[in-house]
């Protein structure tokens, strides 16, 4: 094991073997590589620096991309995929080097799962998500401590969503409980229900409902925990009776597409199929044809008959990359106004091939490093939603 560097509070560089084809690395946040200087690279030379670097890395590096990137970065991902798909594909990676085009909570969680010679990158530490910023593991904590007062801890099984902070996963992890992610929710919450009686569902608001309502929970029994009241702003009554007690937290992406929305489309065009992701409000996803997570979004639209139109509620990138893919159905956002995650947005071929060229020279920026004890328990929360396959 190689030496300790703190470079911020919630990321800590450690020192690891080098690969075999390029020099050792020097770890460093930036300092030193000028980021700066990669404004200044002209457009039309990135992608050839973007290929040279990155074959100069051979195998050691395997570049990871989430559906909602722009098209100029994910073109250069070896994996593209939903978190499930792309969480795998960090479990299984061969390369040294993880350079995760995606946000913060992903790269976490690709560090959590690699294998001990391997480091993660994130091109740009401003990559985050607004909706894993929502739950703090100090109210997580204040949370069940509150719950644990009225009811036997045991039979509350923590489901948490993929879009989280480390240590929000580990408090999973240690109290019994497992991550999901949107393709999988209905699975864990199942899981969850055949070991307890309650789910607290973390951070999403939304897809704990839509995920509960499917499997038949009546909204009645599902209760919303706001971490800035007392015992979540409910009655000890209400919290004794819910099945799911669901945080107070959305996705500002597509927490944007209206019930409005969907008549509207549906009346300029008769015989649209609305198809949106679960982190959509309710009333949207009830108005739906189909709900599906980034990668069920891509299978619905792959497998329809040319002529099909698609309303589809999610991240902008995606809907436009697969509007240009199938030219023969016509696929539209739901929301005539562009929806983009502006985080996601934040990876640029400029931090792409920073990156990749800082590698090449023996350098590791932007490294994302989960401390042991967090990795831990985050582990066993990640395998057990793993494990259900
Ligand atoms: P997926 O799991 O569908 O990729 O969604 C991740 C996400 O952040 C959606 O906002
Ligand atoms: Fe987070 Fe929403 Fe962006 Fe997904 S789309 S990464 S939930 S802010």
């Not at 991309?65 to 994910?74: A, F, S, T």
Request: aromatic fraction near 8%.
């Amino acid at each position: 094991m190689g030496n300790l560097i703190s470079i911020s509070d919630n990321t800590t560089l450690i020192g690891a073997d080098p690969p075999a084809t390029v020099r050792a690395p020097e770890i460093e946040a930036g300092v030193g590589c000028d980021f700066d200087s990669y404004l200044l690279v002209p457009d039309n030379s990135l992608d050839d620096r973007i290929t040279t670097a990155k074959a100069r890395l051979r195998n050691d590096v395997v570049i990871l991309g989430h559906h909602y990137q722009r098209d100029e970065v994910v073109k250069f991902a070896d994996f593209r995929g939903d978190s499930l798909k792309l969480s795998y594909q960090a479990a299984e990676a061969q390369g040294s080097y993880i350079v995760f085009c995606g946000v913060h909570f992903m790269a976490e969680s690709a560090d959590i799962l690699r294998r001990p010679h391997q480091m993660v990158i994130l091109p740009d530490l401003n990559a985050g998500c607004s909706m894993a910023d929502m739950a703090d593991i100090g109210q997580v904590e204040a949370c069940w401590d509150e719950l644990s007062s009225l009811v036997d801890p045991a039979k509350i099984i923590p489901v948490t969503y993929m879009n989280s902070t480390a240590a929000i996963k580990a408090f999973t992890g240690e109290q019994g409980g497992s991550i999901c992610t949107s393709s999988n929710a209905a699975a864990v919450m199942k899981w969850a229900f055949e070991r307890g009686e309650k789910v607290l569902f973390l951070p999403d608001e939304h897809l704990g409902r839509n995920t509960g309502y499917r499997m038949g929970i009546s909204l009645e029994r599902m209760i919303v925990w706001d971490p800035y009241q007392e015992f979540g702003g409910n009655t000890p009554e209400a919290i004794r009776d819910a099945r799911i007690i669901l945080w107070k937290g959305y996705c500002s992406v597509h927490q944007r597409f209206t019930l409005r929305q969907v008549e509207r489309i549906r009346r300029e065009h008769p015989g649209i199929r609305v198809i949106v992701h679960p982190e959509c409000r309710f009333e949207v996803a009830q108005a739906a044809d189909e709900i599906g997570s980034t990668e069920g979004i891509i299978k619905a639209i792959t497998a329809s008959p040319a002529g099909t139109e698609w309303a589809v509620g999610t991240e902008i990138h995606l809907v436009n990359r697969l509007g240009k893919e199938f030219r023969d159905r016509n696929v539209i956002s739901l929301d005539p106004s562009v929806c983009v995650c502006t985080t996601m947005f934040r990876i640029t071929p400029q931090h792409l091939l920073w990156a990749l060229e800082n590698l090449g020279e023996g350098h590791v920026v932007n490294r994302i490093s989960v401390d042991e004890r967090t990795r831990h328990y985050a582990r066993v929360a990640l395998d057990r939603m793993l494990s259900l396959r």
